[in-house]
């Protein structure tokens, strides 16, 4: 078993250099805890592999299904306060809660599509940017059971310490992403799933044409994400402890939006990368002001205006998160269309026209059938 392991990890990921980084990477997050010891530093990593699994679940939905969501927020809002109003009145733990608000946003997922299912492109878009907003009206009007805008606090911990939560959260992100990897490969040999959201992204009357089943495949792809979503949710709760109207924002749904289109839509991974190198400007923009702040007030004393002019400006705009983030993103769809990860990809491994198998770029021929690749 060992032996058919390492003939596998030598054939097939070591020559492909994206696969050797994914492998590298994957290493590296189990010993982040090792490198971070602060919690309030370790704590944004936590946050980053559950905002992973809400990422990459808005790719299988809308990437991959061609189903353009833009209420991905509701999944992950609904299963939030199913969590925290399960714990509240019933007193119930995390092991009890994140599977019910899972089923919960699963649920949400499957109602989210019965009106969808006649409506696409933009008409789609607008629907699905309603649900939140009208979850957000039933939470603002219940008040005394949902808090309305102060929330509901004091809710347990996943785990007694952030590094418990760390590779708690981890487990289920790599189990998360694998999963929905696996189901949207077109090139599966067990799993159609990934070749039918295809086929229904790129031409749904055709797929239907096909004999395919068009809107059980829909219900699939919003089931399976509202399910996934609704893990990102239910685990965000226990580890903030409290929960707010805020995960109902607009914002947070084209957040997801932001981190799949930086890191590379269509890609799984688009979305890791994406969350990655975004989230932690999010995260540590009061830190980041602070400093300029500071920097700031040692320029008046030192009476260096246009130093303490450019910093004021500096504290302005990391102040402005989403600015920030909106920046970056134009960027990166100026010079690669295809998303940062994608572009990388494409650089460093080519496919052989003949067996389809990939290859490091800069090989000349294709390691298995030998035919050229330039």
């Known amino acids: 078993m060992v032996r058919r392991l390492v003939k596998d990890f030598r ?7 994206g696969r050797l980084i994914a492998v590298i990477f994957l290493v590296f997050v189990f010993f982040i805890p090792l490198l971070i010891t602060t919690p309030f530093y370790l704590r944004m990593f936590v946050y980053i592999n559950i905002f992973v699994i809400f990422a990459v679940s ?3 939905l809308s990437g991959y299904s061609g189903q ?10 609904v299963a939030a306060y199913t969590s925290a109003l399960l714990w509240k009145y019933l007193g119930w733990q ?26 696409r492109g933009p008409y789609l878009s607008l629907l699905t940017l309603a649900f939140p907003l009208m979850l957000l009206g039933i939470i603002l009007a219940l008040k005394d059971i949902t808090g309305a805008e102060y929330g509901i606090w004091g809710i347990p911990a996943l785990a007694p310490t952030v590094t418990q939560e760390y590779y708690i959260v981890l487990a289920v992100t790599i189990a998360s992403v694998l999963i929905m990897w696996k189901l949207t490969d077109a090139g599966s040999k067990y799993i159609r799933t990934g070749l039918i959201f295809h086929a229904i992204r790129e031409d749904e009357i055709a797929a239907r044409a096909l004999g395919i089943n068009t809107i059980r495949y829909k219900m699939l792809a919003f089931a399976i994400g509202g399910l996934f979503a609704g893990i990102s ?4 709760t226990h580890v903030a402890e409290a929960i707010n109207v805020y995960v109902l924002a607009m914002t947070t749904s084209f957040q997801a939006v932001i981190w799949v289109v930086f890191g590379g839509i269509v890609s799984i991974y688009g979305g890791v990368v994406g969350v ?13 002001s602070r400093f ?53 990809r494409d650089k460093i491994e080519r496919e052989c026209p003949r067996c389809k198998l990939a290859n490091a770029a800069w090989r000349r021929e294709c390691r298995a059938c030998s035919a050229p690749l330039h």
């Open 11 to 17: 054939w097939s990921v070591i020559p492909v250099p």
């Open 58 to 60: 808005w790719d299988l």
């Open 68 to 77: 353009l969501n833009f209420g991905h927020a509701l999944f992950f809002g």
């Open 94 to 119: 995390p092991w009890a809660t994140i599977p019910l608000s899972v089923l919960a946003a699963v649920a949400a997922g499957v109602v989210t599509c019965f009106p969808a299912l006649r409506l």
């Open 233 to 236: 949710g239910a685990l965000y």
């Open 276 to 288: 990655y190198l975004l989230y932690p400007i999010i995260y540590l923009t009061g830190d980041i």
């Open 292 to 344: 300029f702040s500071n920097a700031y007030e040692a320029a008046i004393k030192a009476h260096s205006t246009v130093l303490a002019g450019f910093l004021n400006v500096m504290q302005l705009i990391t102040g402005q998160t989403l600015i920030i983030m909106a920046a970056l993103v134009i960027l990166i769809l100026l010079f690669m269309p295809r998303g940062l990860a994608v572009q990388i």
